[in-house]
């Protein structure tokens, strides 16, 4: 595992020298779509990039993250706009996103409404599924995208934070790439526990 993390990190910070805020916009632009990318795993190491190599600032990072965020959850509000409840359903699973998955971002949205957008920016699973049923209920758009702009840079911001803290650990900076496991594992754990006490067990709570 530590010699995928590795390599994985090791052709990030090649293709960062090329694509630069492009990539992780990009990226983010994935991750807040139907694609499973997490975030965690891209805005830390740019951070990490950004810091040993100078090419990039902090705030440009925040920046193209945050619009990245926007790009992919707008594609998801439109998609699922078009398409409607029952196409998502029926064929949502085809594309990572089964029938729980829908059902869990609507009651998330049921129950917090229009600033469930903002929140739901803020904690994993529902945060990339929460185009779906805004956009089934043809919420509008441009309350949406404004929602979707501050919790996507809030969260940007907070990933940066974890990445400036990576970068003060000196075993890593130093090259020792297998401590970039340590700081994933720790940030999945994290995020785990946020995830169950936040979204989970309250929903599943409320179906009882």
Do not use: C
């Given at each position: 595992?530590?010699?995928?993390?590795?390599?994985?990190?090791?052709?990030?910070?090649?293709?960062?020298?090329?694509?630069?805020?492009?990539?992780?916009?990009?990226?983010?632009?994935?991750?807040?779509?139907?694609?499973?990318?997490?975030?965690?795993?891209?805005?830390?190491p740019a951070v990490i990039v950004a810091q040993t190599t100078g090419k990039m600032s902090l705030a440009g990072i925040i920046i193209a993250g945050t619009i990245g965020s926007w790009v992919?959850?707008?594609?998801?509000?439109?998609?699922?706009?078009?398409?409607?409840?029952?196409?998502?359903?029926?064929?949502?699973?085809?594309?990572?996103?089964?029938?729980?998955?829908?059902?869990?971002?609507?009651?998330?949205?049921?129950?917090?409404?229009?600033?469930?957008?903002?929140?739901?920016?803020?904690?994993?699973?529902?945060?990339?599924?929460?185009?779906?049923?805004?956009?089934?209920?043809?919420?509008?758009?441009?309350?949406?995208?404004?929602?979707?702009?501050?919790?996507?840079?809030?969260?940007?911001?907070?990933?940066?934070?974890?990445?400036?803290?990576?970068?003060?650990?000196?075993?890593?900076?130093?090259?020792?790439?297998?401590?970039?496991?340590?700081?994933?594992?720790?940030?999945?754990?994290?995020?785990?526990?946020?995830?169950?006490?936040?979204?989970?067990?309250?929903?599943?709570?409320?179906?009882?």
């Open positions: 595992m530590s010699q995928l993390f590795s390599g994985l990190f090791e052709w990030y910070r090649q293709s960062l020298a090329d694509g630069g805020y492009l990539l992780v916009g990009l990226l983010m632009a994935m991750e807040s779509s139907i694609i499973p990318l997490p975030s965690e795993a891209i805005i830390p992919g959850a707008s594609v998801m509000y439109w998609l699922s706009r078009w398409a409607g409840r029952p196409l998502v359903l029926k064929y949502g699973k085809l594309f990572f996103v089964p029938p729980a998955k829908v059902e869990l971002a609507e009651a998330w949205s049921a129950k917090f409404g229009s600033f469930g957008v903002f929140g739901s920016r803020l904690v994993p699973v529902v945060r990339h599924l929460i185009g779906i049923p805004a956009g089934i209920v043809r919420m509008n758009y441009w309350r949406y995208s404004l929602y979707t702009i501050i919790g996507s840079a809030i969260w940007t911001a907070v990933l940066t934070w974890v990445g400036v803290q990576a970068g003060k650990d000196q075993a890593l900076m130093n090259g020792e790439l297998h401590r970039l496991t340590l700081w994933l594992v720790g940030a999945v754990v994290v995020l785990g526990a946020i995830y169950w006490a936040f979204v989970h067990r309250h929903l599943q709570a409320e179906k009882k």
